[in-house]
């Protein structure tokens, strides 16, 4: 199949080889991290303590309970939207319009869990059923993306994305060849992005906690932080919903295996780790370790809010007053860059305040484990090469005045140091 445009995109990820790898790499990482979680010496490195056979991977009682949650969240998704928003303008001038309903989805999922507990839902059963709901979520995965791909085959050529689309089978199923696959009203990248995977998280967290609390007694100290941080992050996500339309994600990559995999999957069953860790290996904490983790939580979620809404508040009203006093350069695009403020500091604050929260989200679990410190070094790695591919596009973007601004703040992600 001969590509139909961004045959000059360069290869991402390796190229076909490293798609290829990363295909089989992520949902091996991901049963890894579940199994040495449960595990008494909770290794991150070593080998998994035993190899699951498929009678513990496959029920088809998690399978429904996941098809049910994607109907749930899919239903929440068509309900009446406190505002509908435009997203940027496409390659047709176009621009497609999104929901803005994802808090109250939040909030609905609380009120029916509820509802459903105190009609006697074992939700602290749901911890037992982690290793056949991931295996689920991943076959989910895989049939999905193979979807997106068949779909793709006959969307307009205008419709596809910049990269995705090499002619490489491999490549184009894990990086997807769709900007943004829908049917009608139904954006399935939008949707999976905030909506089943985060929710879920949280539903994961509480439920690791409702079990803590029936094995122990009450939830301990370091299960509550987990769980309120986790909690304000989605919250927050959600409650910003519209910020996410501005993200590479859905302005610039497909929806493939990648994005469907991490949304669906990864998302839930690895960004739930601490919780997962500390129903296995309580960590003793006191109120005083507990008070500067909360404070380390508290300065990164200032970081990266602040970061986020100075960029955000900037780009829908630069003569806002809260954003019109800051320094800016102008670009050819007639679009300007912020040079003070939280963006004159280092060229991507919101990362840094993101990484102090994941520190802050390990650090309840003491430090004789590497295991809950898995998130902090992945997402190290996953935000050093965004930043890459960030830069990368503003280059394209601004050119000479990229060039400025890199001058002008020339650390990427933390002060002095990168
Ligand atoms: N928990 C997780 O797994 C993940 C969390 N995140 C978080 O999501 C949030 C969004 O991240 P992400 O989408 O990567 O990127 P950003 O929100 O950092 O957006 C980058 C864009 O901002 C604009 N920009 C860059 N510099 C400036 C400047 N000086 N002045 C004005 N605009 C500027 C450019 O776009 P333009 O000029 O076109 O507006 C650039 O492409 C972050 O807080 C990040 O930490 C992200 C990935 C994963
Ligand atoms: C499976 C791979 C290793 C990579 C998958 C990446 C995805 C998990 C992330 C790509 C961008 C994301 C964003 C968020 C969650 C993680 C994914 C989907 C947020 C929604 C998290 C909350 C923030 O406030 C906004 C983020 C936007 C990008």
Redesign the pocket.
């Known amino acids: 199949m001969a590509p139909p445009q961004g045959s000059r995109a360069p290869l991402e990820f390796g190229g076909p080889l490293g798609a290829a790898a990363l295909l089989l790499l992520l949902p091996a990482t991901m049963f890894h991290l579940l199994l040495v979680a449960r595990s008494g010496p909770a290794r991150l490195l070593g080998p998994p303590p035993y190899l699951p056979g498929l009678e513990a991977l496959w029920s088809p009682q998690a399978l429904l309970l996941w098809l049910t949650w994607l109907g749930l969240q899919a239903a929440l998704y068509l309900l009446p939207a406190r505002k509908v928003a435009e997203g940027?303008e496409l390659k047709d001038k176009s621009r497609l319009c999104y929901p803005i309903n994802g808090f109250q989805a939040l909030v609905l999922t609380a009120l029916l869990v509820g509802l459903g507990t105190s009609a006697g839902l074992p939700l602290g059963a749901l911890p037992e059923m982690l290793l056949p709901l991931a295996f689920s979520a991943t076959l989910t995965a895989f049939i999905f993306s193979l979807f997106l791909y068949m779909k793709a085959l006959v969307a307009p050529v205008s419709a596809l994305a910049p990269g995705g689309n090499s002619g490489n089978p491999i490549y184009d199923f894990f990086l997807g060849r769709e900007l943004n696959p829908r049917i009608y009203f139904f954006d399935f990248k939008y949707f999976c992005e905030l909506r089943p995977g985060l929710i879920g998280w949280v539903i994961i967290n509480l439920a690791l906690l409702v079990q803590e609390a029936e094995l122990r007694g009450s939830p301990s100290l370091a299960m509550w932080l987990v769980n309120g941080f986790q909690l304000l992050?989605v919250g927050d996500?959600l409650w910003h919903e519209e910020?996410?339309l501005?993200?590479?994600?859905i302005?610039h990559d497909g929806f493939g295996f990648m994005l469907a995999f991490?949304d669906l999957a990864w998302?839930p069953f690895t960004?739930s780790l601490q919780a997962q860790f500390l129903l296995y290996h309580p960590q003793p904490l006191g109120l005083p370790m507990a008070s500067i983790i909360c404070l380390i939580n508290a300065i990164g979620y200032y970081v990266?809010r602040g970061?986020?809404s100075q960029?955000n508040t900037?780009?829908r009203n630069p003569s806002d007053p809260r954003v019109a006093g800051l320094e800016?350069?102008s670009?050819a695009t007639g679009?300007?860059?912020?040079?003070s403020g939280w963006?004159?500091i280092v060229?991507?604050p919101?990362?840094l305040?993101?990484?102090i929260m994941?520190l802050a989200w390990s650090l309840p679990c003491g430090v004789s484990h590497l295991l809950p410190y898995f998130y902090l070094l992945y997402?190290t790695a996953?935000?050093v090469h965004?930043?890459a591919r960030?830069e990368r596009?503003?280059l394209q973007?601004?050119g000479l005045a990229w060039h400025e601004?890199c001058r002008r703040?020339p650390y990427r992600i933390v002060p002095y140091v990168y």
């Open positions: 940027q992050y996500a910020a996410v501005t993200t590479m994600d302005t991490g998302v960004y990266f970061a986020n960029k900037f780009r800016t350069i670009t679009r300007q860059l912020l040079v963006w004159g060229r991507h919101n990362y305040g993101d990484l994941a997402f996953l935000l965004r930043e960030d596009q503003c973007k601004y601004y703040v």
